[in-house]
C-alpha cells in the first residue's frame, strides 16, 4: 500500500517562500505508470489544486497561482517537493500530497500538513 | 479557466437516497470522480471515471454524467455517509474540484 507523508514548516511569514516535501513509501516516484500533485484545503474550504509532476519530471500548474507554484523530484531520496513563493495570509491551509492515477483520479493521499502564514 | 458548481449542502434522512450534483459547461465530455472527505481525514474517492467503484467503496454508491451535470447517488444513505462531498474533473493541462457539498444525514 502506497503511503505519503507531507512534511515542512507550520509557519511561514508573509512574502517568504513556503516549502513542502512529500515523501513516498511503498511506491516509486519515478514509476511511468502514475504521476503525483500536491492539493491545498483552506479550513472550512474546498479542495484545490496546485500543480502535478508528470513521469519524467514535467510538470503542470494551477493558473490562479500566477506562477508562484514549483514541483520538483528527488528520485534518490523518493521525494517530491512544493515551493510557494511570496506568500500571502491566503496561502494559508491544509496542503495535501497525493499520487495520480491515470484513470483520472488522486487514489493515494498524505495525511496533510497545515501551514499558516503569518508575522 | 474551468469551473465546477455543487450545492453546499444536502440533507437526507437515514434509508432514503442523496443525489449530490456537480456542474460545470460540457461535463459529460469530461471524466468525473468523487471524493468523500470526512472531519479531519484526508478525500477519498468513492466514484471514478463517472461511474466506477473503487475496491471497498459499498454498492450503494453510483455516479453518472451527462450533458453539464454529474452526479453523485448514495442509495440507502447510512450515518456513516455524513461528511464533505468534493467532484473532480481533469484535461491534460488541468485538474478541478467542485466546491463541495457538505452531506446531512438527519
Known amino acids: 500500500q502506497v503511503q505519503l507523508q507531507e512534511s515542512g514548516p507550520g509557519l511561514v511569514k508573509p512574502s517568504q517562500t513556503l516549502s513542502l516535501t512529500c515523501t513516498v513509501s511503498?511506491?516509486?516516484?519515478?514509476?511511468?505508470?502514475?504521476?503525483w500533485g500536491w492539493i491545498r484545503q483552506p479550513a472550512g474550504k474546498g479542495l484545490e489544486w496546485i500543480g502535478r509532476?508528470?513521469?519524467?519530471?514535467?510538470?503542470k500548474y494551477n493558473p490562479s497561482l500566477k506562477s508562484r507554484a514549483t514541483i520538483s523530484v528527488d528520485t534518490s531520496k523518493n521525494q517530491f517537493f512544493l515551493t510557494l513563493s511570496s506568500v500571502t495570509a491566503a496561502d494559508t491551509a491544509v496542503y495535501y500530497c497525493?499520487?495520480?492515477?491515470?484513470?483520472?483520479?488522486?487514489?493515494?493521499w498524505g495525511q496533510g500538513t497545515l501551514v499558516a502564514v503569518s508575522s | 479557466s474551468y469551473e465546477l458548481s455543487q450545492p453546499p449542502s444536502v440533507s437526507v434522512s437515514p434509508g432514503q437516497t442523496a443525489n449530490i450534483t456537480c456542474s460545470g459547461v460540457?461535463?459529460?465530455?469530461?471524466?468525473a470522480c468523487w471524493y468523500q472527505q470526512r472531519p479531519g481525514q484526508s478525500p477519498v474517492v468513492v466514484i471514478f471515471?463517472?461511474?466506477k467503484r473503487p475496491s471497498g467503496i459499498p454498492e450503494r454508491f453510483s455516479g453518472s454524467n451527462s450533458g453539464n451535470t454529474a452526479t453523485l447517488t448514495i442509495s440507502g444513505t447510512q450515518a456513516m455517509d455524513e461528511g464533505d462531498y468534493f467532484c473532480?474533473?481533469?484535461?491534460?493541462?488541468?485538474?478541478?474540484f467542485g466546491g463541495g457539498t457538505k452531506l446531512t444525514v438527519l
Open positions: 497525493a499520487r495520480w492515477a491515470r484513470l483520472g483520479f488522486f487514489d493515494y
Open positions: 511503498s511506491g516509486s516516484v519515478n514509476s511511468g505508470s502514475y504521476s
Open positions: 509532476l508528470f513521469p519524467g519530471g514535467g510538470t
Open positions: 460540457e461535463l459529460g465530455d469530461k471524466y
Open positions: 471515471q463517472d461511474t
Open positions: 473532480q474533473a481533469w484535461d491534460t493541462n488541468t485538474i478541478v
